[in-house]
């Protein structure tokens, strides 16, 4: 079974408020590129994937007047892809939903929120996603409240011959100190949103140790906004986001497991992976970025996972088809990650939940 996490750089702009793909030669919301283009180029890259799911990061907007789940089955329908069946949980007001498009032959998916909600006021053990999260960011012995600007998406999962697992969608908060000029205004805006980030992570956290406790398969991937070794704030906290939802320094029962992850990967590699290609205005250049992970519970491990980053200049076999390589170029700033794994209920005797 393949299982891919793929973000879309707004692809809500390539839809009408029916659902429909707006194939036209207007310009998208990604520099340069046609709304015609993009969506060829998306059609392309879910088309070369084959994934049994795929969990779309930044997926068209869900509100009174848009579907989510009507543009990605549109969408599926005009491409002609396996993965027909969309889903999506607590709806946000950013315009980038989280969903996954699945085959529903091989999978169902169902939205399964854990935790009790908490509201404005918000809760310490490990509340409902759309709801509020208190901790204290700066150990001033003062709780402060963070939201998940998108809530984490979670799934209820069963294969066609009755695996029972779970997987949870995120895209958290992004670092970059949007907006600031000066740099002492950068530097305070971006250890803010590095607190934030963190806070969300640590939420994270909490549901997967909720996950673990209770023996369930457990998959959690999307959209980090972070990584070890990412940038010169993690020094001033210590670790990253990524390293606190996998707790890497944990015993191994308590570890999500995704070898991209790995800080000693990040930290003493010249060689980097990376997921992202942004371009720099002021440098006038291209900065990648290790952004986007599939973390594993230790039971899966023994399913025989493969990981893969489709890079278009780094995956030998991509380069090589010169159709796939434009269209990673053309449809995101970020590349998808696969995960190959057997899930079949008879992998490993008294695997089925």
């Known amino acids: 079974m393949r299982i891919a996490t793929y973000n879309v750089e707004w692809m809500n702009a390539l839809f009408d408020d029916e659902g429909q793909p707006i194939a036209d030669e207007e310009w998208s919301a990604r520099y340069d590129i046609t709304r015609a283009t993009q969506l060829e180029a998306i059609g392309i890259v879910f088309t070369a994937l084959d994934a049994d799911a795929v969990l779309v990061i930044e997926a068209p907007d869900d509100n009174r007047r848009r579907s989510t789940v009507q543009a990605l089955e549109n969408f599926a329908r005009v491409v002609g892809l396996r993965q027909r069946r969309a889903v999506i949980g607590f709806r946000n007001h950013t315009e980038q939903e989280i969903a996954l498009l699945y085959d529903p032959d091989v999978l169902s998916a169902e939205h399964d929120p854990r935790g009790e909600f908490a509201g404005k006021t918000g809760g310490t053990d490990a509340p409902r996603f759309d709801g509020s999260f208190q901790i204290d960011l700066d150990i001033d012995a003062t709780l402060d409240v963070v939201q998940f600007s998108k809530p984490p998406l979670e799934l209820a999962m069963r294969t066609s011959d009755g695996f029972a697992f779970h997987m949870i969608g995120v895209h958290v908060k992004s670092k970059a100190p949007h907006g600031a000029r000066r740099k002492d205004d950068i530097m305070r805006r971006s250890i803010a949103n590095r607190r934030k980030q963190l806070a969300q992570c640590i939420w994270l956290r909490q549901r997967v140790d909720e996950h673990l406790a209770e023996g369930e398969p457990l998959i959690v991937l999307g959209d980090f906004n972070d990584g070890p070794g990412l940038d010169e704030y993690e020094a001033l906290f210590g670790r990253s986001g990524v390293e ?110």
């Not at 000693?264 to 952004?291: I, T």
């Not at 434009?326 to 995101?332: G, P, T």
């Open 244 to 353: 606190i939802v996998s707790g890497h320094d944990r015993p191994t029962p308590e570890q999500l497991h995704d070898p991209n992850a790995l800080p000693v990967l990040a930290r003493h590699s010249a060689a980097h992976r990376s997921s992202a290609r942004f371009y720099n205005d002021e440098s006038k250049q291209y900065v990648s970025a290790l952004l986007d992970f599939i973390m594993l519970s230790g039971d899966l491990l023994e399913r025989k996972p493969t990981w893969r980053i489709w890079h278009p200049f780094d995956d030998t076999a991509i380069y090589k088809i010169p159709e796939l390589r434009q269209a990673l170029l053309d449809a995101s700033d970020h590349f998808p990650v696969t995960l190959d794994i057997d899930l079949s209920a008879s992998a490993i005797d008294g695997s089925s939940v």
